[in-house]
């Protein structure tokens, strides 16, 4: 129950940071969103084509228009402009378009990233959204791979941490 109030409570003073720097720096990110290839996907044996910052720009956007007037309301609902292109919604705001997007609501499992993605948000673009995640990241391995070594000998930690350094960190951009 804590760890839920201090969830709630991070989210809510994440949406009081200033929203004019945020918005800036999401804007900014709208280029780097939109400069990505889009991926080749595979589901139920047919081929088909996915943006790959899709998430990223959602997150971006959900950042971006926190009323920070109405904190709780604005994290706990989660409604923000969504045509269903959050990359070309992001792009439409930051030329100054994108009255006519629908207000939808979005929130999801990853909700409570809002509680860095806005600080970061704050003082800098997605590159260093990515790079901070990239580095917590690799902290945690780090410290599984000690861990593990010290209680089950360092093969085993190797081997148990491969798969995520051969499948994410490719992924983000090693």
Known sequence: MGALVLGILLLVLSALLPNEPVRKHALESASLFAMSDNMLGVRNDSRYVRQDHFTDALMAEVAMTIDKDRPYQSVML????????????????????????????????WHGYLVWVRPILAYANWSAVRGITLAMLSLVVLLCVALWANKKGVVYAVGACAPILLCYFPQAGI
Request: charged content about 20%.
């Open 78 to 109: 989660c409604n923000f402009p969504f045509s269903g292109d959050p990359v070309g919604d992001l792009q439409q705001q930051a030329n100054g378009a994108g009255a006519d997007i629908p207000i939808r609501d979005y929130a999801r499992y």
